[in-house]
């Protein structure tokens, strides 16, 4: 009989593209499927192939030893609550221990370098729930995922129509990838039923600086995209006077404090190593975003 795989977050970006997979990528059969939503029914047209849908709620711990119940591999995906000081890490706690309570193989969506000292204001919910799930004793996969290139499209159409790129990452590398690629080797891991505990840097093809993706994004649109370097103090103040809540301008600028460190410039084989497909290089990606950017 083969394991059973509950994916959390099953409705969400990452958590859809996951599922997809599992499904058509990798062959998992449907009745091997827990996933997990908040709202089950979002997920209708999956239960009507025979995977099992399940509520799942991070702030209601005790409904999650239910919820994962019978499932031999949990994929943690991590939440959004990022607006609100720990309440994403004890959400997660909080999934962890009920996935080490079932005895499963417990797999989370990390971020790179999450260690004590990164400045992204929320490296220290991913460093805590690594810690948790090396210490339940249970074995484990984590997935430190790079910087998103979708995240690019929050910032390079404004930069665009407006003509100008303000950071504060200076000469910082990221190794951007796309979404896409993240899922398809998350999948490909959790069907492998490898029992292991590893850790995956999930990275691009290339580490570029700001000014590479501005060039770039300007390439693609037809336009140049002049970059102008800041300091972190600069840039908060630049974003709050746009009108962004001082909270998320914050967050925001960590991100480039981040990419300033080096801490998104690391670059592995492993997503071609578990999936057997190359990451999306990002001009091919901002190739075919080219509506986004110029919308």
Same mark, same amino acid.
């Given at each position: 009989?083969?394991?059973?795989?509950?994916?959390?977050?099953?409705?969400?970006?990452?958590?859809?593209?996951?599922?997809?997979?599992?499904? #058509?990528?990798?062959? *998992?059969?449907?009745?091997?499927?827990?996933?997990?939503? !908040? @709202?089950?029914?979002?997920?209708s047209d999956l239960s009507a192939r025979g995977v099992q849908a399940r509520i799942g709620d991070f702030d209601d711990a005790a409904s999650l030893g239910q919820a994962f119940d019978? =499932?031999?591999?949990?994929?943690?995906?991590?939440? @959004?609550? *990022?607006?609100?000081? %720990?309440? !994403?890490?004890?959400? /997660?706690?909080?999934?962890?221990?009920?996935?080490?309570?079932?005895?499963?193989?417990? =797999?989370?969506?990390?971020?790179?370098?999450?260690?004590?000292?990164?400045?992204?204001?929320?490296?220290?919910? /991913?460093? %805590?729930?690594?810690? +948790?799930?090396?210490?339940?004793?249970?074995?484990?996969?984590?997935?430190?995922?790079?910087?998103?290139?979708?995240?690019?499209?929050?910032?390079?159409?404004?930069?665009?129509?407006?003509?100008?790129?303000?950071?504060?990452?200076?000469?910082?590398?990221?190794? /951007?990838? +796309?979404?896409?690629?993240?899922?398809?080797?998350? =999948? +490909?891991?959790?069907?492998?039923?490898?029992? #292991?505990?590893?850790?995956?840097?999930?990275?691009?093809? #290339? +580490?570029?600086?700001?000014?590479?993706?501005?060039?770039?994004?300007?390439?693609?649109?037809?336009?140049?995209?002049?970059?102008?370097?800041?300091?972190?103090?600069?840039?908060?103040?630049?974003?709050?006077?746009?009108? *962004?809540?001082?909270?998320?301008?914050?967050?925001?600028?960590?991100? @480039?404090?981040?990419?300033?460190?080096?801490?998104?410039?690391?670059?592995?084989?492993?997503?071609?190593?578990?999936? %057997?497909?190359?990451?999306?290089?990002? !001009?091919?990606?901002?190739?075919?975003?080219?509506?986004?950017?110029?919308?």
């Amino acid at each position: 009989m083969s394991e059973t795989i509950l994916v959390t977050g099953a409705t969400g970006q990452l958590g859809q593209r996951v599922v997809h997979h599992l499904l #058509e990528t990798q062959g *998992v059969a449907p009745e091997s499927l827990i996933l997990l939503s !908040r @709202d089950p029914g979002k997920l209708s047209d999956l239960s009507a192939r025979g995977v099992q849908a399940r509520i799942g709620d991070f702030d209601d711990a005790a409904s999650l030893g239910q919820a994962f119940d019978g =499932a031999d591999r949990i994929l943690i995906i991590s939440t @959004d609550a *990022v607006g609100e000081p %720990g309440k !994403r890490l004890r959400q /997660h706690l909080a999934a962890v221990s009920a996935a080490a309570t079932a005895g499963a193989h417990i =797999a989370y969506t990390s971020m790179l370098a999450p260690e004590p000292g990164n400045p992204v204001l929320f490296a220290p919910d /991913h460093y %805590g729930t690594e810690q +948790a799930i090396k210490e339940t004793g249970r074995p484990y996969t984590i997935f430190r995922n790079g910087w998103y290139q979708e995240n690019l499209l929050m910032t390079l159409p404004q930069a665009i129509k407006m003509g100008t790129l303000y950071t504060s990452a200076g000469e910082g590398r990221t190794s /951007h990838i +796309a979404r896409e690629d993240v899922a398809r080797a998350i =999948a +490909a891991s959790l069907a492998s039923g490898s029992t #292991e505990s590893i850790t995956y840097q999930l990275t691009g093809p #290339e +580490a570029l600086t700001t000014t590479d993706v501005a060039a770039l994004a300007g390439e693609v649109a037809g336009k140049q995209i002049p970059v102008v370097n800041l300091t972190d103090e600069q840039l908060l103040e630049g974003i709050k006077a746009a009108g *962004v809540p001082e909270g998320f301008a914050r967050l925001l600028v960590s991100f @480039d404090a981040n990419a300033r460190t080096g801490s998104n410039s690391l670059v592995t084989d492993d997503v071609a190593t578990l999936s %057997g497909q190359q990451p999306l290089p990002l !001009r091919a990606f901002l190739e075919s975003s080219k509506a986004a950017l110029i919308a």
